[in-house]
């Protein structure tokens, strides 16, 4: 089944203590990108990945790191969680730029 | 500067069409419109996108105006299911992003 896998799908932790979000495809999809999602501010894109090894920044890259070693996974990394970073992150894949992204089903994190 | 408006919510009668607006006025000429939902918090579905022609499939219609700077998405005959945030996206003017807005919160009522 065609699909993308998000872990962990709830984390609550706390300030400072470094954490991935994995996102895995299995689509052989070539784009890749990271939302976040907060009540009355809707769904803004944090990173996104063209290809292997190609990264960029989406509207709101602060506070987040990301990497493409390999098609198909596509981690989000926060160094040093704040509380300002709870929110719910959905990542997301299409064959091409202009192809329908497929989503995860969400993770949400809550940072203390 | 926001590169999408749309309605913050709209109702629609269960079996009727539901038409919601979106206006991208600063839409280039090569940049798709794009159109997702969501239903409570689930991940976001995709619905349907055109660039300039309009565009049907068998969830929806999708009306994009001659000067491109306004689309309408038509659910034909909506059902209780349908009721879900539906948001329009354009391609952001800085890179290859994407910027999806608030959305439209569409009910559908019995």
């Known amino acids: 089944e065609a699909q993308v896998t998000q872990n962990p799908r709830y984390l609550i932790t706390v300030t400072g203590k470094k954490l991935t979000v994995t996102c895995s495809q299995n689509?052989?999809?070539?784009?890749m990108s990271w939302y976040r999602q907060d009540p009355g501010l809707g769904l803004r894109q944090i990173y996104y990945s063209m290809n292997v090894e190609v990264t960029d920044k989406g509207d709101v890259p602060e506070g987040y790191k990301v990497s493409r070693k390999e098609k198909r996974n596509f981690p989000l990394i926060l160094e040093s969680p704040s509380p300002n970073q709870t929110s719910l992150y959905f990542c997301?894949?299409?064959?091409?730029?202009?192809?329908?992204?497929?989503f995860g089903d969400g993770t949400r994190l809550s940072i203390l | 500067d926001a590169k999408t408006t749309q309605p913050p919510s709209m109702d629609c009668a269960e079996g009727r069409a539901a038409n919601l607006p979106c206006n991208h006025s600063?839409?280039?000429?090569?940049?798709?419109v794009y159109w997702y939902r969501q239903i409570h918090s689930q991940g976001p579905q995709y619905i349907i996108h055109g660039l300039k022609n309009n565009e049907t499939n068998e969830m929806a219609s999708l009306i994009i105006t001659e000067d491109r700077k306004s689309s309408t998405l038509i659910l034909p005959h909506a059902t209780l299911r349908d009721t879900a945030v539906y948001y329009c996206?354009?391609?952001?003017?800085?890179?290859?992003?994407?910027?999806f807005g608030t959305g439209t919160s569409l009910t559908v009522i019995p």
């Open positions: 689509m052989n999809h070539e784009y």
């Open positions: 600063t839409i280039s000429g090569n940049e798709y």
């Open positions: 996206i354009v391609r952001t003017n800085t890179g290859n992003q994407f910027y």
């Open positions: 997301a894949s299409s064959l091409g730029f202009h192809q329908p992204q497929h």
